[in-house]
């Protein structure tokens, strides 16, 4: 897919299993784990039912894994969908892909979590809070003036750091994520032991609480979004398949060791929450976590668990910007994006410019407020593209049966129809949802249209030139 004429040094393959694994899970439990289960409660009313979604949920999620492991396998290439969208529907999808995750989707999840980790942090420094300057025009959220806090500041500054350690090398930013990984894995752990060992925790919780909510399949739907919110990001290790080692062994490995640790921190979390809080304290909780510990141990407790939402949002933000700044390279490298962030540094051998671009980027929908907007507006049209990914598996079976498959999966072609089954039924109930959000994402898409034929024609000139 690479185009020859680039005279440059490649990426190089020195990511292991471990930051493989790493990059799944850090990636994935960020501040949803503390967050979504008031969402999940109030949609379903009982405990048993929110288990219940989380387990359809994590076994979606690892359908969705086990089909992703035989195309990261098999096309172990920078951009992860973009590569396999490309190769199973020509480059007009794996550009679409790449065009929605580098402008919108990517980058308002970066400040996203950017933005959780300053909120976190306000509650032990208030002044972070505070409008540093104030934009009269109304250009902000709801229309209004536009405000710069302090904690904006802070937000942009982490992600220009956490953008200037993966610039210096995709070995750097793999020992980070494997570090921060294994810290924010040991605090959750510590988390649910206190929550599950106190005398606060009661098991009758789980049974006999609840709160009055309409349920039904519409509040099933609900509660299930809220859920992929939460195992989002288990596909980003297969954006850095230029660079693991022996891709055809670790990206089976790590996406179904990665997916399957995630579910059972999922459902244990969840367990301690509702032993200690029964469905309607829930249900009232702006953070559950942190109110179940301040339970238990007052103040001092829910502090503790602010501290391991920064942690876990820190390991989540270092993997997206690792990550997802391997998707506007590998379209530059193709030909279908300004040719400078298709290059590599050569000292460093990272997407240095991709990098840069995906950090500045994020960090001016820090500065909009807009980027929860935005990034709930492209969840429609981005599990179209999911979609579209696992039946690349099918497509390519038929289209390439000779290419090779170290890995095929597992409960094929069960699996993948089940994953684009269920993302058909989400598709829908979310058009029927929030219409208005879903033609909003699709005109996001839209926009990259002529953009794809500028840059092939631009590609077909260079290539005869």
């Given amino acids: 897919m690479q185009r020859s004429n680039f005279h440059q040094p490649a990426l190089r393959r020195i990511l292991g299993p471990w930051s493989t694994v ?51 396998a098999a096309l172990p290439a920078a951009g992860g969908e973009y590569a396999y969208l490309t190769a199973a529907y020509g480059p007009f999808w794996g550009f679409l892909y790449a065009w929605t995750q580098t402008w919108v989707a990517k980058s308002a999840s970066i400040a996203a979590l950017a933005t959780a980790f300053y909120r976190y942090l306000a509650d032990f420094l208030p002044g972070l809070q505070t409008p540093v300057y104030i934009v009269p025009w109304p250009i902000g959220p709801g229309g209004g003036p536009l405000e710069i806090r302090y904690g904006q500041l802070l937000a942009i500054c982490l992600i220009l750091l956490l953008s200037a350690v993966n610039y210096r090398g995709v070995q750097v930013g793999g020992h980070v994520q494997v570090a921060v990984t294994a810290l924010k894995v040991l605090l959750i752990a510590a988390v649910i032991a206190i929550g599950l060992l106190s005398r606060q925790a009661h098991i009758l919780n789980l049974s006999t609480s609840t709160t009055p909510v309409p349920g039904g399949p519409a509040g099933f739907f609900v509660a299930l979004v809220a859920a992929l919110w939460a195992y989002d990001g288990w596909n980003n290790a297969g954006m850095l398949g230029s660079e693991v080692e022996n891709p055809q062994r670790t990206f089976p490995l790590a ?70 700044s391997r998707v506007p390279y590998a379209m530059a490298r193709d030909g279908y994006f300004f040719q400078h962030i298709g290059r590599v540094h050569p000292k460093f051998r990272t997407p240095s410019a991709s990098i840069l671009l995906l950090g500045v980027w994020s960090s001016l929908f820090v500065l909009s407020g807009h980027y929860s907007d935005l990034y709930n507006a492209v969840i429609f049209p981005s599990w ?67 953009f794809f034929f500028y840059w092939s024609r631009h590609r077909k000139r260079s290539e005869t030139s």
């Fill in 22 to 72: 790493a990059i799944i899970m850090g990636t994935v439990i960020g501040s949803g784990i503390f967050l979504v289960p008031t969402d999940m409660i109030k949609a379903v009313g009982s405990p048993g039912m929110v288990f219940t979604v989380w387990v359809f949920g994590g076994v979606l999620s690892l359908f969705g894994a086990l089909t992703y492991a035989e195309l990261s």
């Fill in 255 to 324: 996406l179904i060791a990665g997916v399957t640790a995630i579910i059972g921190v999922y459902l244990l979390t969840n367990l301690a929450y509702f032993s200690v809080l029964n469905a309607g304290e829930v249900a009232a909780s702006d953070r559950v976590a942190s109110d179940m510990m301040h339970r238990i141990a007052g103040p001092h407790g829910a502090g503790a668990v602010s501290v391991a939402a920064m942690i876990s949002i820190f390991a989540a933000l270092n993997g997206s910007i690792l990550s997802g």
């Fill in 384 to 450: 179209i593209l999911y979609g579209m990914t696992a039946a690349a598996v099918i497509v390519l079976r038929r289209k390439n049966p000779d290419l090779v498959r170290p890995y095929r999966t597992w409960g094929y072609p069960l699996v993948p129809l089940a994953f684009v089954g269920v993302t058909i039924l989400l598709l829908y109930q979310t058009l029927v949802s929030s219409p208005r959000a879903s033609g909003i994402g699709l005109a996001v898409i839209a926009l990259g249209i002529p």
